[in-house]
């Protein structure tokens, strides 16, 4: 194989056994914010 397909080959090698690699990501859950009560909004007759 030429040089440069090689070069490739090893490029790509590397970035599929990176993405596969052992991942340690934390999960954080934030607590929602409170939410303020439904109320319903005034409604006008103008006509």
Do not use: F, H
């Amino acid at each position: 194989m030429s040089k440069s397909v090689k070069i490739i080959m090893g490029l790509a090698l590397l970035t599929v056994v990176s993405a596969c690699g052992q991942r340690n990501d934390e999960v954080v859950y934030a607590d929602p914010a409170p939410v303020a009560p439904i109320v319903a909004e005034p409604t006008y007759s103008k006509y």
